[in-house]
């Protein structure tokens, strides 16, 4: 499967952005969704994931509460809503698509990620 992520930009502290995540190539909804995040100097680290049928979601501690994922099957495209976003935020954020069959958050690291797309950049300004 084939991800291309989108909208990330430049925002204000207290701001927020939409991601998404679309998809082509086999059948998207056969894979769980991870949205991660790497920031300059640091390693890639989970933000979220979102199961096949998008009952089911998993965040990272340092987003609960202020990230949503969602997903829509029929157009191939998960999303990540970010709200009050901080300059910690900023990263470049990624997609990736994992056939994996376990949970959520055994899922929340990228060994288990087969696809992944070329990440979008958030800049969160102070």
């Known amino acids: 499967v084939q991800l291309q992520a989108s909208g990330g930009g430049l925002v204000q502290t207290g701001g927020s952005l939409r991601l998404s995540c679309a998809a082509s190539?086999?059948?998207?909804?056969?894979?769980?969704i991870g949205w991660f995040r790497q920031a300059p100097g640091k390693e890639r680290e989970f933000v979220a994931a979102i199961s096949r049928g998008g009952i089911a979601s998993y965040y990272a501690d340092s987003v609960k509460g202020r990230f949503t994922i969602s997903r829509d099957n029929a157009k191939n495209t998960v999303y990540l809503q970010m709200n009050s976003l901080k300059p910690e935020d900023t990263a470049v954020y990624y997609c990736?698509?994992?056939?994996?069959?376990?949970?959520?958050?055994?899922?929340?690291?990228?060994?288990?990620?087969?696809?992944w797309g070329q990440g979008t950049l958030v800049t969160v300004s102070s």
């Open positions: 190539g086999r059948t998207f909804s056969n894979y769980v």
């Open positions: 990736a698509a994992s056939s994996v069959d376990s949970s959520l958050r055994a899922l929340a690291t990228t060994p288990l990620y087969n696809y």
